[in-house]
């Protein structure tokens, strides 16, 4: 039986930063034309939390019964270690969902039906990764979804709960915060690259190569810094607050093109989650005051 410890590193707390970046930024977005709405910016956080919990849960659940997880370099897997039943791992996972969907229910009721249907697709998305009979995460189409739903999705929906629609500046900011939530799974699977490879499971990182995987996460850990400059010259100048984080980013990048490999690159993951939760925080705040 699982200990409580266990089911918290299960759940994988240095990922959370995805789920918190594009709810503050999103919400900045909101405020920035007057609509900011904190009961309604809270309930994005609890579905996101919510989310990121459950996809973390379902890959640790799916990765363990395909044997995926059989040698960990990571943190603690719960099924492939044998610390808890993958029944127990899978009904962890749907209870995640179950809440995630329950504030989303919320939401859409308060703000528009159709964000059901976005909801829909984000749960599917979530255990579809490394879930079912054909995991697109094992096609090297992860960073894909991580994208769209952990950058375009919940930055752009976090604004459109609140001010009941979608401006330029939210999806400006949804491009930066996707771009961080892409780094921090590319870092994660340059990680494992080399276990992923022999387990057939082709993660973007696999199909690129060691090389090319490593100068790509420093483009996306670079691309935010770009994208509120330009956001800044466009009449938000707050944004460059944002710009804080890029003394937090030297030191994993430095890592990365320095060729860290196996366990040496967890602190990178690690500095990689800082730098998204910073970001998204300053970020958030700067285009909501100035």
Known sequence: MATTAQWLEGARPRTLPAALAPVAAGTGAAVAVGAGN?????????VALALQVGVNYANDYSDGVRGTDAVRVGPLRLTGSGAARPGQVKAAALAAFGVAALAGLVLAWLASWWLLAVGAA??????????GSNPYGYRG???????????LVAVMG??????????????????A????ACALLVVNNLRDRPRDAVAGKRTLAVVLGDRRTRWFYTAL???????????AVRGRPGALQGLVAVVLAVRPVHGVL??????????????????QLVFGLLTGLGVALF
């Open 38 to 46: 904190a009961p309604r910016a809270l309930l994005c956080l609890v």
């Open 122 to 131: 984000a749960i599917a998305a979530a255990w579809g990764y490394t879930g």
């Open 141 to 151: 189409l992860g960073e894909v979804s991580v994208f769209v739903f952990f950058g």
């Open 158 to 175: 976090t604004t459109f709960v609140q001010a009941e629609r979608v401006t330029l500046l939210s999806a400006a900011l949804s491009v």
């Open 177 to 180: 915060v996707g771009s961080l």
């Open 221 to 231: 850990l670079t691309l935010p810094f770009l994208v509120v400059v330009v956001v």
């Open 258 to 275: 320095d060729g860290a490999s196996g366990p040496e690159l967890i602190p990178s993951l690690r500095d990689t989650g800082r730098v």
